[in-house]
Structure formats: structure tokens, C-alpha cells
């Protein structure tokens, strides 16, 4: 079995990188074999909630006051890094940086794309609302309205 190691130099998203390659199944630790606890959740695994909003990174879903909703692998992404940083402003470039992993190859105006798209998706069930906009600052996830 090969393994793979990660090299980030953002907390946050080695630890999402490093879930998502475990949940595919690969030995991301170097160890060449399965950890005894193989299958089980750990805590950086674990759902993450806010205002009636549930993201699970491992099983990759969004349920909304019960629903389920379905997302692009980048929306996803966005609202699983807001939700996570809750309360925190992170500009465009620090999103492209955190959620896009670049910065030079994408505009920054797919930031504010991606947004509008999570905040249709987040319209029907009244959560939009938790996505703002902190003029000349950039964008938050906060149950403060």
C-alpha cells in the first residue's frame, strides 16, 4: 500500500485533506497499515452544526432543518470552512486561498459566485442569512444577525 503525506501548511485544511484521504481508504499516517480503530469516527471527523445547519465532511452531506440538500464539491467546501471559522471575516483571497487551495489561476470574483450559489441553495430554509458579507472585509458564517 503506498502512502501519502500531506503537506499543508494551513491547519484547517490539512486536517480536511488528510480526512478526506482516509475516508478513500488511504494510509495517510505512513504506517502501512490500518489503525485498530479503522471505520470509526474521530473527532476531527465528527459533524459540524450551526443555526440548523449540519455538514458531515466524511459522508460528504448538508442537512438543513431536516432536509438534505445537495451541494457542488466547492460549495461544500465553503460552507464546511464558514461554518468551521464561524464568526471570523476571511476575504476573497484568504477563501481562494483556504478553500481553493490557489489564488493566481482563479478571479476573485468566483468567491462571490460560489456565495450567491450557497446562499439559493441555503434561501428556501431562511439560513441565507448566516452568510455575510462584511463590506470591504469579505465573507463570515454567523448565527448574529
Sequence with gaps: MASIIVVESDPSA?????????????????????????????AEEAT??????????????????????????????????????????????QLLSHVWRQVDSVGLRTVDVHVRRLRSALEPYRKDVYIQTVR???????LKL
Excluded at 488511504?26 to 485498530?36: F, H, I, L, Q
Excluded at 442537512?63 to 476573497?92: A, M, Q
Design 14 to 42: 490539512r486536517r480536511r485533506i488528510t480526512l478526506e484521504l482516509r475516508a478513500l481508504g488511504y494510509d495517510v499516517d505512513g504506517s502501512g497499515t490500518a489503525p485498530e480503530d479503522a471505520g470509526q469516527p474521530t
Design 48 to 93: 459540524v452544526s450551526a443555526g440548523g445547519v449540519t455538514i458531515d465532511p466524511v459522508g460528504h452531506w448538508v442537512i438543513v432543518n431536516g432536509d438534505y440538500i445537495t451541494l457542488s464539491p466547492r460549495e461544500f467546501d465553503l460552507l464546511f470552512f464558514l461554518i468551521s471559522n464561524r464568526d471570523r471575516v476571511y476575504s476573497r483571497e
Design 136 to 142: 470591504g472585509a469579505g465573507y463570515r458564517f454567523s
